[in-house]
Nanobody, 123 residues
């Protein structure tokens, strides 16, 4: 599977944005999927994840603001981001892990990555 993230852009604080992750190859439902982000000079961090059984995980800083819906029929993953803050500014990536159930926060454990998409939130 080759996931590709898109949908980034420049927005103002308080705005909403939806990122999309499209994949070719196997169905995304066969993987644990994660949205990660990496700000300049910082480690890539897991923002949200979803298991093959639809269990979800959110990092504390985005709880209540972000959701990670998956559309199995379209083989798409999304990251709905509301009430964006300047600290959400980063390059966002979607990754796929062949692990089916456990949502792992270590980006090095994920098997497949595509290009990221830049999200910039101005104050």
């Amino acid at each position: 599977v080759q996931p590709q993230a898109s949908g980034g852009g420049l927005v103002q604080a308080g705005d909403s944005l939806r990122l999309s992750c499209a994949a070719s190859g196997r169905t995304l439902g066969s993987y644990v999927l994660g949205w990660f982000r990496q700000a300049p000079g910082k480690e890539r961090e897991l923002v949200a994840g979803i298991s093959s059984g639809s269990t979800t995980y959110y990092v504390d800083s985005v709880k209540g603001r972000f959701t990670i819906p998956r559309d199995n029929a379209k083989n798409m993953l999304y990251l709905q981001m509301n009430s964006l803050k300047p600290e959400d500014t980063a390059v966002y990536y979607c990754g796929a892990d062949r692990e089916l159930r456990l949502i792992r926060s270590n980006w090095r454990m994920y098997d497949y990555w595509g290009q990221g998409t830049l999200v910039t939130v101005s104050s």
